[in-house]
Each structure stands twice: as C-alpha cells, then as structure tokens.
C-alpha cells in the first residue's frame, strides 16, 4: 500500500514539473527567443556581396550600417521607419534602404508604374531626397514627378527586374539560416562584428537592433529626482537719466491700526452716481423752548 502511494505521488511530480518546465520554455520562447535577430551563420560573403551590389540609398552617415529591404506597400515597413529611423539617426547610423517592385502574382499587379518607375531611379542615381519624398506621399497620390517612366524603357525595365532578383537571391539565404521571409528585413552588424538579420514585423524585435548598433533606449526612471530651487530672475532696474530731475520716493502709507473700527462701506447708488465720502452731516442741536415744566414722577399718576 506504501508502495503504491509512493509510485503515486512520484508520477504526479514527474508530470507537474514537466508540465512546469514546459510552460517557462513556452513563455521564453513566446516573450523573448522568438522575437531575437539571427546570426548569419552561412552563406554570409554571399549575402554581403549582393548588399554591396544593390541599389540602396542612404543619408550618407559614418556611423554602423542598416540594411532594410522594403517595397512600398510594406506597413511593417514603413512603420519601423517612422518609429526606428529618427533613434538610429541619433545614433549617426546610416539607413540603408533598398526597394524593389514585387512581380505580379496570378495575373495581378502588385506595383504601379509610378512604383516601378521610382525603384529604377533609385536604383540608378541613388537619391536619398527622392526616397524621402516618395515616402512623404501616400501610395495612391505618388505620380513620380520628374521621374523617367520604367515601362517602355528596356534599360530601367531591366534595373526594376534587376530588384526583384536580388531578393530572390537573398531569401534562400536568410532562409537556410532560419528566418521568414516577413517585411521590413534588417541586415546588420553587431558591435563584434556578427551579421544578423531579422524579419521585424512585430515591434518586438526592435529593441534588440537598437542594442546590437548602440543605440540608448529611453527609459523613464520612476525615481523621481528633486530639482534645485532656483529664484525667479528679477528684471534689473530702469536706470533713469542722467540729465533728469531726482525723482522724490512716494511716501509709504500710514499703518492702520488693526483695532480701528474698518470704515463704512459706501452704500449702492442707483443711476451711476457716485455717492460721496465725506462725512456724514451732524443734525443741528434742538431748539430752546424756554422753561419747561419739570418732568412729572410716576407718583403723581398713582390713585390712593
């Protein structure tokens, strides 16, 4: 019976540390592993060969490099912009981008001519100003002003299918290292030197490339810090002219006594008029009558 027990309670701890161990692997993997960039551990002379040879623009920083493949429908791609590029910019790190026209697929057109016609000028003439300013403008309204079109153009035709074989090449690649093929991709390197890329389509990520190319995260303190009291600046005093009369100091009012009766308040007076502050007027003493008789005692009223 003893033995039984003792088998009994020993399968239930069996199971509920495995059950334990599983689900601390579960949130690891869930909260952190999954979210961190990969080393490049293949293929990497491949993978920074066709990075040197793509078309990418960038502001010109001498700082480390991000590479970041995008096309211009990417969401994921053109929040990380907005919210990642201005931290890196501080960081003097220099943005690579490197767009490219997504093929059709079944029959229908995954970029716009305008599109088609921007990625071969930025291929070609590397203009950072002009990535700016195809990014400031919504998909729909972009009309590629002052842009050669693509379509009819055998030569930019050839860069703009020159785009979409660079990232036929380079998915396999970051493949076979165990990323997706999600939107934005980020290829970097770190402080020692390691490639790695992410497939950063969740803000979750971000941190880490933040961390990987020396960039400080803000992070509010809740300690809160006590300020030095410090005087307000007072104006610095009108100096009066030397050819001026001595202006005489305005004498100081009289100390009121605080145990005088306060004064009357001045009564309401209708029309507008302004009552009058003097004082009242004392009403004249009473006349002389001559001799009066003397008052009479209240004796003199009473009946015996």
């Not at 088998?7 to 869930?30: P, R």
């Not at 480390?64 to 791609?77: E, G, Q, S």
């Not at 009058?276 to 009223?301: H, L, Y």
Request: proline residues 12%; aromatic residues 10%.
């Amino acid at each position: 019976m003893q033995l039984r027990r003792f088998l009994l309670f020993s399968l239930l701890a069996v199971v509920l540390g495995a059950s334990v161990a599983g689900g601390g692997y579960w949130a690891y993997w869930n909260f952190y592993a999954r979210w961190r960039p990969v080393t490049i551990v293949k293929n990497q002379a491949e993978i920074q060969k066709l990075l040197d040879a793509a078309g990418a623009v960038s502001p010109g920083r001498t700082g480390p490099w991000l590479y970041m493949i995008t096309y211009r429908a990417c969401a994921p791609c053109a929040r990380y912009q907005r919210e990642e590029f201005p931290k890196l910019a501080e960081a003097n790190v220099d943005t690579r981008v490197i767009a490219y026209a997504r093929p059709d697929k079944e029959g229908l057109a995954q970029s716009t001519a305008p599109e088609r016609a921007t990625v071969a000028e930025l291929w070609i003439n590397r203009s950072w100003p002009l990535y700016l300013q195809w990014m400031a403008v919504p998909r729909q309204q972009w009309s590629a002003p002052g842009v050669r079109p693509a379509d009819g153009d055998i030569a930019r035709t050839a860069v703009v299918d020159a785009s979409r074989q660079f990232t036929d090449k380079l998915e396999p690649y970051l493949k076979a290292n165990g990323l997706g093929s999600e939107y934005p991709l980020l290829i970097w390197r770190d402080r020692d030197g390691y490639l790695k890329a992410c497939a950063c389509a969740d803000r979750r990520s971000y941190a880490f490339i933040r961390h990987d190319l020396g960039v400080a995260d803000e992070t509010p303190s809740i300690i809160a810090v006590p300020r030095p009291e410090t005087q307000p600046e007072l104006a610095p005093p009108v100096e009066a002219p030397a050819d001026s009369a001595p202006v005489a100091p305005r004498p100081r009012p009289a100390a009121r006594d605080p145990l005088a009766t306060p004064a009357r308040p001045i009564p309401y007076q209708p029309g507008g008029s302004t009552p009058s502050t003097s004082a009242p007027a004392q009403s004249p003493p009473p006349a002389n009558r001559g001799n009066q008789p003397p008052p009479k005692n209240d004796s003199d009223n009473i009946f015996y």
